[in-house]
């Protein structure tokens, strides 16, 4: 009942998308004002996909099985909460959630553009409609989240356990809003240029949109992240897997747009870099499902794999493309030269920097990505890309980049000259005995290490000063790269100082090293709703006698039958005591892995800072100077 | 003249990209491994553990002779799992264990097998994981038995004792 009225109201949504078009057009031509009908179509479109959106939430909820859907990625026995996330968790949910943003954000856009020219907000609107119109039809003819199974199966299959976890069930909604925000910059910008709209005003109002996507991608990275952190169980948080690095590139690209809006905004130029960033972010995002969709790549993200899914998404993507290359080369025409002109020792020159050094990162994970695709096209030689190849790429870069982070926010616009530089080359020296003194007590490569070292700690330093004494011209960006500079250093000394152990125990046994000892002391098993769960217990005591009591967790759940290893991580602010368990066949063994990672939970919260950042400058729009 | 240029170049670098994406779906098992068996084992050369020579495939498969292949990984916990049912299969029977160590640490994989005893005649590596792609596995762990050159059965996931006796009968 809930699915067919779901498959109805999408047929409804798509035809909702044609009256929108045909009133636009007609609104575009003849009118003066902005007719709200059309206001209230998209409307009654977003009611449409939400009314199918709560169809599928519904069949999940009663495990309605005729839903092919649902059969697919859920079971009774499954909690609440996961039926509902459940939604979401496979190809054709997540869609139907992509398509219900996708209305959102446009309609959100209709209401709060009032005062913006309205044959812009028309064409912003006729874009979009066809980004829409492209993601109902997909739906409906490749991935139809309503699918009628005869007869009906008594059981489903079961959602996959790894995917049953707090942080999935938020991150893919978040990750969208990111996403999918970017289509609207992208719809805006093309309308902006065909009508040569781009101005100062035009750059603070979709300004607003670029940070409203750059944080929720930003937080939707980092929820993936902690995912993959605490549920993976391999100790580690970011892999360089296929499916992570397509989301980091429309980050890159949208960072490096934010940085360019602000300069719009106050100085009106770099708008071809505008441009080109919003074309890319959002063609990035799609290229991004694509790759992840389509089954061209391998990754532990697994969907079902159709390659006539493919073959659509291709299809529509490269249409966009060409239609974006159409528009900026028949269009966009560069401002006067005299605007354009600045000294080199200035705020445009340190983020024209800015820039190709993060088209550089862009262009080291896109390589990396889909290299492998076309070299096996081409010469069916079949390679696989790991994070030595990107580690080796982008780390010597990050050096320079720091550097430009710490002085490029303190340069005037136009033509400047640098305040304090006495104290500017105090702060290096500073850095760079710290970081020096560190890396000497350690058994690793002293130079590279030390200048990584001390050009984040001079983030770090210059940042900080400036929140001390209040000499900052611009406090969301101060927090923000801030925040970058405790990433950075987090990162660091987490790789540099991590440690790890494997061994096999049995109860009572314990394991000593020169710094601790590890006694396994028993074992206890519960029946949970879906899963049985074996808990085995461990005293990890240090040398000088501090304990604490490790808990690391095996699950074997019934559908699908699948075991899972839960580590037991306990965290402080220094480090996180990481602790795997698995058993060992046919033996009363069990295998033991445990992990000391220092300063891992500073990742998560420098991400949170330099989140906030954004939030800061989206909500307090007082930009001083 | 000069603006004409840009549009072209990345008009045709674009269609090429579209045509290199589109071929790419056609072969959509690039990275699925078929399944089918009694397919032939592929050829391939490879550095042998704990020395530095290299090793052909066509010297390590010998006709009417069983092998198992076992593609393995110090970091992999399953492969702890069904370790000693490789061991313990190859105390029983006479096959030849080949182990082929999959993107691993020398260190690791040197302590795992100090650990648990080796059950490989020979151990291969494969730093980069592309020999393990060749083989068509799904990942590791992965067990093939080779009969003639022939793969006659694939073990995807661990071992067990189910799947260790299919192969005892097997090879009678």
């Known amino acids: ?625 | 003249m000069k603006n004409k240029i840009l549009p072209i170049f990345l008009s045709v670098f674009f269609l090429i990209s579209f045509f290199i994406f589109y071929k790419g779906l056609q072969t959509p098992n690039i990275y699925i491994p078929k399944t089918d068996i009694q397919k032939r084992i592929p050829i391939f050369e490879a550095e042998i553990f704990d020395t530095v020579n290299k090793i052909n495939s066509e010297d390590i498969f010998k006709e009417n002779k069983f092998y198992l292949l076992n593609i393995w990984a110090s970091w992999c916990l399953p492969c702890r799992d069904e370790h000693s049912l490789l061991i313990s299969l190859n105390n029983q029977k006479d096959i030849n264990i080949i182990g082929l160590n999959y993107k691993d640490n020398y260190e690791n994989a040197k302590k795992f097998l100090k650990e648990l005893g080796s059950p490989y005649k020979k151990i291969l590596l494969d730093k980069d994981g592309t020999i393990a792609i060749e083989w068509g596995a799904y990942g590791v762990p992965e067990t093939f038995l080779i009969y003639n050159k022939k793969i006659i059965k694939k073990i995807i996931g661990p071992l067990d004792k189910n799947s260790v006796m299919e192969i005892k009968e097997l090879i009678k």
């Open chain 1, 1 to 625: 009942m809930a699915s067919s009225i779901g498959l109805y109201s999408l047929f409804f949504g798509l035809s909702s998308s044609f009256l929108i078009i045909f009133f636009s057009i007609r609104n575009f031509k003849n009118l003066n004002i902005f007719d709200n009908k059309i206001i209230s179509l998209t409307f009654l479109q977003l009611l449409f996909v939400i009314i199918s959106f709560i169809g599928l939430i519904l069949s999940f909820v009663n495990s309605d099985f005729s839903n092919e859907t649902v059969y697919n990625h859920s079971h009774t026995t499954k909690p609440l909460f996961y039926k509902i996330s459940g939604t979401w968790g496979n190809h054709e949910g997540s869609l139907l959630l992509w398509l219900l943003v996708l209305t959102l954000f446009i309609f959100i856009f209709l209401i709060t553009s009032k005062q913006q020219n309205k044959q812009y907000r028309i064409l912003t609107l006729l874009f979009q409609q066809i980004i829409i119109i492209g993601f109902f039809i997909f739906i409906i003819k490749t991935s139809n989240p309503f699918n009628y199974i005869f007869p009906v199966p008594i059981e489903g299959l079961g959602l996959n356990p790894i995917l049953q976890d707090p942080a999935l069930a938020i991150h893919p909604p978040i990750l969208y809003l990111g996403y999918v925000g970017s289509s609207i910059i992208f719809s805006s910008t093309l309308a902006a240029t065909t009508l040569k709209y781009i101005s100062k005003e035009w750059a603070k109002h979709i300004k607003q949109w670029v940070l409203v996507s750059w944080i929720f991608l930003t937080l939707g990275i980092l929820l993936g992240s902690i995912w993959a952190y605490y549920e993976l169980g391999w100790g580690g948080f970011w892999f360089w897997d296929p499916v992570e690095n397509v989301s980091l590139m429309p980050w890159l690209a949208l960072t490096t747009l934010l940085h360019c809006i602000l300069v719009l905004e106050k100085r009106l130029t770099l708008t071809s870099w505008v441009v080109v960033l919003s074309i890319s972010t959002f063609t990035l995002s799609m290229s991004g499902t694509f790759l992840v969709r389509s089954g061209i790549l391998n990754s532990v993200h697994t969907f079902a794999n159709d390659p006539d899914r493919g073959l659509f998404i291709l299809i529509f993507l490269f249409s966009l493309i060409f239609l974006s290359l159409f528009i900026f080369f028949f269009f966009h025409r560069t401002q006067n030269k005299n605007i354009n002109s600045f000294y080199w020792l200035s705020k445009e020159t340190s983020i024209l920097v800015n820039n190709w050094f993060m088209m550089y990162f862009l262009t080291v994970v896109l390589i990396g990505t889909i290299y492998p695709i076309f070299l096996e096209v081409i010469s069916s030689e079949k390679i696989s890309v790991g994070p030595p190849f990107y580690n080796k790429l982008i780390i010597p870069f990050l050096i320079p980049f720091l550097l430009a982070m710490a002085i490029g926010p303190k340069l005037n616009w136009i033509k400047s000259d640098l305040e304090n530089k006495l104290n500017l080359i105090l702060f290096l020296v500073i850095s760079i005995l710290l970081s020096a003194f560190i890396v000497s007590l350690l058994n690793i490569n002293f130079l590279l290490n030390t200048i990584l070292v001390s050009s984040a700690f001079y983030l770090f330093l210059i940042t900080l000063k400036d929140f001390l004494i209040k000499k900052f011209k611009n406090l969301s960006q101060n927090i923000a790269h801030f925040g970058f500079s405790l990433l950075i250093l987090s990162i660091l000394f987490n790789n540099i100082f991590s440690t790890e152990i494997i061994t096999n125990l049995k109860i009572g046994e314990t394991f000593k090293t020169e710094k601790f000892k590890i006694n396994f002391q028993n074992i206890e098993k519960k029946e949970e709703q879906n899963f049985v769960s074996i808990t085995g217990k461990f005293n990890v005591e240090n040398l000088d006698g501090d304990f604490t009591i490790m808990e690391p967790e095996l699950r074997i759940y019934n559908q699908p039958n699948i075991v899972t290893s839960e580590a037991d991580i306990k965290t402080n602010i220094f480090e996180d005591k990481f602790m795997t368990m698995n058993i060992v066949q046919n033996q009363e063994y069990f295998n033991i892995r445990y992990q000391t990672k220092p300063f891992m939970i500073w990742i998560w919260i420098s991400v949170l800072i330099i989140s906030f950042g954004g939030l800061k400058s989206l909500f307090i729009k007082k930009y001083e100077k």
